[in-house]
Nanobody, 126 residues
């Protein structure tokens, strides 16, 4: 089992920056990829970014390309999401996810991920 704990959320003014962290514990040796999703009240869950654990390949949702950067530190089992040029529409709960049992599903689908954190709130004011 893998446990994920997000941190770093908060209130920021439009145009500002935040860095989210996701600390993984448990059976992290089997991690294949990790990702960030977000969900605003009344809206569908949205793919934000993903990174492969061994190779560091990345993917981003269209709405955050050029503004957000995902990274990982293997030694500490931690994935980060650096968010720059934040917009009010970025306001959401951000969730960290881990893909431990890859079954062929693409990175953009929440169904590809086996474990989820509790989420951290990001609020961007105008």
């Amino acid at each position: 089992q893998v446990q994920l704990v997000e941190s770093g959320g908060g209130l920021v003014q439009a145009g500002g920056s935040l860095r989210l962290s996701c600390a993984a514990s448990g059976r992290t040796f089997s991690t294949y990829a990790m990702a960030w999703f977000r969900q605003a009240p009344g809206k569908e869950r949205e793919f934000v970014a993903a990174i492969s654990w061994s190779g560091g390949r990345t993917a981003y949702g269209d709405s955050v390309k050029g503004r957000f950067t995902i990274s990982r530190v293997i030694a500490t089992n931690t994935v980060y999401l650096r968010m720059n040029s934040l917009k009010p529409e970025d306001t959401a709960v951000y969730y960290c996810a881990a893909d431990v049992y890859p079954g062929g599903s693409n990175w953009y689908s929440g169904g590809a991920y086996d474990y989820w954190g509790q989420g951290t709130q990001v609020t961007v004011s105008s």
